[in-house]
């Protein structure tokens, strides 16, 4: 069975850092681009980045290019999302996703609050 | 950027009835479109991708349908279970964009 497990979302105040994880089981971690995706309270959902299935390649939305990195770690099949100077509307529910094409999104874990506010 | 305009933004549907959602891109995505239900309080699930394959395990109900530009998610026959938040998301090009949602009720 497919498992997505986030965490690391916490309160933190405007202008500070946090490091999102994403534990992932019963699939191969490593054969598959991943992705975050993000959801503002009572919002829709908002893609946050992908990264290749090595790492090599990665993309960002505008709103975050320049403070979040995402990035992983096959041998210990863990996404992880750097996010730094963050902002009041980076406040939302953060979901890793598989990102393989054509059904991006398959699989998704059960989400992290992260929460900006002084 | 591409933009999806979702409609309608709220449906209110009786048991048994089939709905139609419409996705409407700014550009041509060529069938890279998604349908998503989130229910509340929950993860979304993937119930079509590539314009109209059924995801494993999603009710034979579901269906998508449309090229280019437009598309359209259609569930034949309501059921209780199928109350939910409804999402397109297309994966044409970067920045990956969804709809704006579709808030599905049972009448």
């Known amino acids: 069975e497919v498992q997505l497990v986030e965490s690391g979302g916490v309160l933190v105040q405007p202008g500070r850092s946090m490091k999102l994880s994403c534990a992932a089981s019963g699939f191969t971690f490593s054969s598959f681009p991943m992705a975050w995706v993000r959801q503002a309270p009572t919002k829709g959902l908002e893609w946050v980045a992908t990264i290749s299935t090595s790492g090599g390649s990665t993309y960002y939305r505008d709103s975050v290019k320049g403070r979040f990195t995402i990035s992983r770690d096959n041998a210990k099949s863990t996404l992880y999302l750097q996010m730094d100077s963050l902002r009041s509307e980076d406040t939302a529910t953060y979901y890793c996703t598989t990102a393989g094409y054509p059904n991006w999104f398959a699989y998704w874990g059960q989400g992290t609050l992260v929460t900006v506010s002084s | 950027d591409i933009q999806m305009t979702q409609s309608p933004a709220s449906l209110s549907a009786s048991l048994g009835e089939t709905i139609s959602i419409e996705c409407r891109a700014s550009?041509?995505?060529?069938?890279?479109l998604a349908w998503y239900q989130q229910k509340s309080g929950k993860s979304p699930q993937l119930l079509i991708y590539?314009?109209?394959r059924l995801q494993d395990g999603v009710p034979s109900r579901f269906s998508g349908s449309g090229s280019g530009t437009q598309y359209s998610l259609k569930i034949s026959g309501m059921q209780p279970e199928d109350e939910g938040d409804y999402f397109c998301?297309?994966?044409?090009?970067?920045?990956?964009?969804f709809g704006g949602g579709t808030k599905l009720e049972l009448k």
């Open positions: 550009e041509d995505i060529y069938s890279n």
């Open positions: 590539a314009a109209n």
């Open positions: 998301l297309q994966g044409s090009k970067f920045p990956w964009t």
